[in-house]
């Protein structure tokens, strides 16, 4: 959340060790969401309510100005129950000491729902009669679902007797999220803001299930709660995700100072549990992102904060380069283990594109069948990240061009499977496809590289696919880059900028 001129980040954290346990909320707090303070442990499992963890939950802003945090406790039962948090001091602006509500927990799992799977509870918003909703995720007859609660003061709380959406394809729903979205234009709303004026709006429903994050569009009616979604979670064709890599349990929050709505997402580790404890930790979260509606009001479009820009230093650039079919050019001049890379691709005749089949409709399959090695005819192409001498070690994140009757399909991929000669490390491909047509627009692709993490962002943000990779070789200055076509077919380099990132504060 944004406070009295403070970005402040809590996290689920493990005070004792780098392996999960001792649930308690870590507290950090920033001025440019770039650079970090960590503060001392916001909520710690001392409760009868919270003795077996202080779990996720959200944070909501009140009329007053003061900020309250509704948690998931697990209790002495083992019983997962609601609680709230308020500061000891609103007017410390760093939130150092927070207290817990002394009539928790206020609420306690309904008597159908399962005590082990309720949790979660959301950001609060306030409806068109002055009353709070939030939503809790859960199970309902073996369905994922989200259940609604309102109230008058943020304290006391009641179940709503309006249906809110179940899905018969998941089981059970984690982290649901629900605030609106505007047309035309990149300004976020506060998760309160049901319509403006002259703009059209939605709202997004968001659960983790499966490993991944999920979304749905809908309209949402503040008289009677009711919620109309376009279409339930994955069965769209496209399966509408967050992010098609590894990315879960995220969280947004409505940025008022610069009128955005800000994104973060827990991205766990793909190696071992001796390799956590070896080094120390384990986990880590994505660069904060805007995250807004977009032009064809289908889907959600994500890119890193512009903050972020503030770490860029050397650079290289240029435009207008031909790459040839089975060809490949190093990117030199920046440090490659820790860059910030933008590239656009120009492709034509495509008449020529491969044909793909209509009934194919999972990306992440068609990745692993024709992965970076496996060559086509427009693509695959892209770059090839943390890429070790003679390429023993490297990680692609490449386009491929699909024809299917008279249209075109642009599929993604992140290939890891050769990023790291280490033993018992978790390497799948990850795959999505790009909602623009290549003859009308260009194919552009944003990584950001950190050694051990590689986000990518496809079309502008269309399709974002986070990777984790743990080189051997392909570290430091022994790190390198490239842009690759194994295609047969030439293409052009519109235009390559890449920079060196400087290492963020983090005290």
């Not at 979304?215 to 098609?244: N, Q, T």
């Not at 008022?256 to 190696?271: M, N, T």
């Not at 793909?356 to 060559?375: F, H, R, Y």
Request: aromatic share 12%; charged share 20%; hydrophobic share 35%.
């Amino acid at each position: 959340m944004y406070y009295k001129g403070v970005y402040h980040f809590f996290y689920q954290h493990n005070p004792y060790g780098p392996l999960w346990g001792n649930m308690s909320w870590g507290h950090a707090i920033s001025h440019d969401l770039i650079n970090w303070v960590h503060l001392d442990i916001a909520l710690v499992p001392n409760e009868h309510y919270d003795i077996n963890g202080c779990f996720s939950g959200s944070a909501t802003i009140l009329p007053n100005g003061e900020p309250a945090i509704l948690y998931t406790g697990v209790d002495a039962k083992l019983h997962q129950v609601q609680n709230l948090a308020f500061p000891k001091n609103i007017s410390d602006p760093l939130l150092k000491e927070w207290v817990k509500w002394p009539l928790n927990p206020i609420l306690s799992p309904p008597d159908e729902i399962d005590p082990s799977f309720y949790r979660d509870p959301s950001t609060g918003w306030m409806g068109a009669d002055g009353e709070w909703r939030v939503v809790i995720g859960t199970r309902i007859d073996h369905q994922g679902a989200a259940i609604l609660y309102k109230s008058k003061d943020f304290r006391s709380w009641n179940r709503s007797l309006s249906p809110f959406p179940l899905s018969n394809i998941t089981t059970f729903w984690e982290c649901p999220e629900f605030y609106p979205v505007i047309s035309n234009g990149k300004s976020g709303l506060d998760t309160s803001v049901i319509s403006v004026q002259g703009k059209d709006t939605k709202h997004v429903l968001k659960a983790s299930f499966n490993d991944q994050d999920y979304y749905i569009l809908g309209k949402y009616d503040p008289e009677s709660d009711c919620y109309d979604v376009d279409a339930d979670f994955m069965k769209s064709k496209e399966w509408l995700r967050y992010d098609y890599g590894k990315f879960y349990a995220s969280k947004s929050f409505y940025d008022g100072e610069k009128k955005r709505r800000i994104l973060w997402s827990w991205v766990s580790e793909s190696d071992t549990a001796p390799d956590a404890i070896e080094k120390g930790w384990s986990g880590l979260q994505t660069i904060p992102r805007s995250i807004w509606l977009s032009k064809n009001e289908d889907q959600l479009v994500q890119w890193p904060v512009k903050e972020l820009e503030k770490l860029r230093t050397r650079k290289v650039h240029f435009k207008n380069k031909r790459l040839k079919g089975r060809s490949m050019i190093e990117i030199s001049g920046i440090t490659a283990s820790q860059a910030d890379v933008e590239i656009t691709f120009r492709v034509s005749n495509l008449k020529h594109a491969e044909v793909l089949s209509a009934e194919v409709v999972d990306p992440q399959i068609l990745c692993t069948q024709k992965n970076a090695t496996t060559d086509g005819k427009f693509g695959p192409f892209g770059l090839l990240v943390l890429a070790s001498k003679y390429l023993t070690e490297h990680t692609a994140v490449f386009f491929r061009v699909f024809r299917i009757a008279n249209s075109f399909r642009v599929l993604m991929c992140a290939d890891p499977s050769r990023s790291s000669l280490k033993p018992f490390i978790d390497k799948p491909i990850y795959g999505a496809f790009l909602a623009l047509d290549p003859r009308y627009a260009k194919i552009s692709l944003r990584t950001l590289i950190d050694h051990s993490i590689v986000e990518s962002f496809g079309g502008e943000g269309l399709a974002c696919i986070t990777s984790r990779v743990y080189p051997v070789l392909a570290v430091g200055e022994q790190a390198h880059l490239y842009a690759f076509n194994n295609g047969t077919k030439s293409l052009s380099i519109s235009s390559l900028s890449a920079w060196s990132m400087k290492k963020a504060q983090i005290v």
